[in-house]
């Protein structure tokens, strides 16, 4: 699926003008203006399978292309984004964001700034991946992924991939007797209790960093403190892409340590007399 850097600069494959059809020429008015594309909404449910499935291979490709083209520091999105990411519904939904605002900033009428997508993709980027689920293989079955299946066989054959398309209806305006949050509302604090995240840990929902009071769930970080019984949200970008990296190594070494394990034979129990010799 990989394409050269070439496919993706300075326009996305997704609105790749067609080549001017030379009998335009002749015509009155000459050569039409193309028409400014403008980046689609990208709400993969919504769409038929066929749209779907030619949105979303166009996407992996790019995809690839972003891994490879910033696969060292300090994005480092080869080890963060995992080849299998397109079954994780939370990088799957950060990853089209980024690509339709890749789209934008790419646009040859866009007047935003080149630097605001790389701004995006800094900011997202610690939330790319699940990459101690992947080790472990946990993935979203629920979309009908069977193991080993590879994106093209996926693609085609998963339950979410063919599925009809469902009707848009959060698009549709709220009627007047719909409550309204007010401007005055309090925001609720990024504070769980201790009970909540074990039971999240203990559930397979959530992913500690080995003995330390430091917990991932849904690709955010939360800090706890037991003696209070609260664990507390992580909000620094900087700090959550140190845990994430500090959680990949632990998640790497988790799997050598039982793959050594599984590979080595039980030592044998001497017999009478053989322990002497």
Do not use: N
């Not at 193309?34 to 995809?63: G, K, L, N, Y």
């Not at 992947?134 to 590879?150: A, E, F, V």
């Amino acid at each position: 699926m990989s394409q050269p850097a070439s496919a993706f600069v300075p326009t996305p494959p997704a609105h790749r003008l067609p080549a001017a059809s030379p009998d335009l020429a002749d015509q009155p008015g000459g050569i039409p203006e193309p028409a400014v594309p403008v980046a689609p909404r990208w709400m993969w449910e919504a769409m038929e399978p066929d749209q779907r499935r030619a949105h979303m291979t166009q996407m992996a490709a790019w995809v690839d292309w972003l891994r490879e083209r910033h696969s060292e520091p300090p994005l480092d999105l080869k080890d963060k984004i995992p080849a299998c990411w397109y079954l994780h519904p939370g990088p799957l939904d950060i990853l089209t964001t980024l690509y339709a605002e890749w789209i934008r900033t790419h646009a040859p009428a866009s007047d935003l700034p080149l630097i605001s997508f790389y701004d995006a993709l800094a900011r997202h980027a610690p939330a790319l991946g699940y990459p101690g689920k992947c080790l472990r293989g946990s993935h979203d079955d629920q979309r009908g992924t069977l193991p080993g299946m590879d994106f093209a066989t996926w693609i085609l054959t998963s339950a979410w991939a063919t599925a009809p398309a469902l009707p848009i209806t959060f698009l549709i305006e709220p009627e007047t007797s719909m409550p309204t949050p007010t401007a005055s509302a309090e925001p609720q604090p990024d504070i769980l209790p201790t009970a909540d995240i074990t039971a999240l840990v203990e559930a397979g929902h959530a992913e500690r960093l080995g003995r330390t009071p430091a917990v991932r769930i849904d690709g955010t970080w939360w800090l706890g403190d037991e003696s209070a019984g609260i664990y507390v949200r992580v909000p620094d970008p900087q700090l959550t892409a140190d845990l994430d990296r500090r959680l990949a190594k632990y998640t790497t070494a988790q799997a050598a340590v039982a793959r050594q394990q599984a590979g080595t034979p039980l030592a044998s129990v001497p017999v009478d007399g053989e322990a002497a010799r």
